[in-house]
């Protein structure tokens, strides 16, 4: 495990490792009411949230909501923000975390969350400009989802670490 990686998974276990979910935070741009398909917050069971902005090749990673600390520097951009919780969201508690990363650069493709059983899972893919989330993914699904979104790399060739209970270390898989 290369010095990228291991600070990816550093961030995994302290922001997101048994950490219970209860929804995904949207913000749209209060002008034209358009969703910002860049950013995305999980709200955890304390009201606390983990947000997630990528433009470029990494996600940057923030324990702030937006209107507390700007830390993805929105109001650069943006007036007012509107937050959106998902309507159909299933709470579960991250036993389970899947990393995948680009084999030829130090980039972030997508993050796998589940519960021990895998019945209730996000998939969190980072698209250069924007972030897709794919609810409820069973894992033998996951293949499938990543080649629908990541036709410049095989899923195959992506390096991907897992950390699950009760094992509780990184493996690569």
Not at 67 to 75: A, R, T, W
């Amino acid at each position: 495990m290369n010095n990228y990686i291991k600070s990816f998974t550093k961030k995994m276990d302290k922001f997101l490792w048994k950490e219970e979910f209860t929804n995904i935070i949207y913000l749209h741009d209060k002008e034209d009411n358009e969703r910002l398909d860049q950013v995305l917050f999980l709200k955890k069971n304390n009201e606390d949230v983990v947000g997630f902005y990528i433009r470029g090749t990494n996600p940057l990673i923030s324990v702030n909501k937006v209107h507390n600390l700007d830390d993805f520097n929105l109001f650069a951009t943006y007036d007012e923000l509107i937050e959106y919780e998902e309507n159909d969201f299933n709470l579960f508690k991250t036993e389970c975390i899947r990393l995948y990363f680009n084999p030829n650069f130090h980039e972030l493709l997508g993050i796998y969350l589940s519960d021990i059983n895998g019945v209730s899972s996000l998939i969190i893919l980072f698209l250069q400009d924007e972030i897709q989330i794919v609810n409820d993914c069973e894992i033998s699904d996951i293949d499938s989802v990543f080649e629908k979104f990541f036709l410049q790399v095989s899923v195959g060739n992506m390096i991907v670490y897992e950390k699950i209970n009760p094992k509780s270390i990184w493996m690569l898989l």
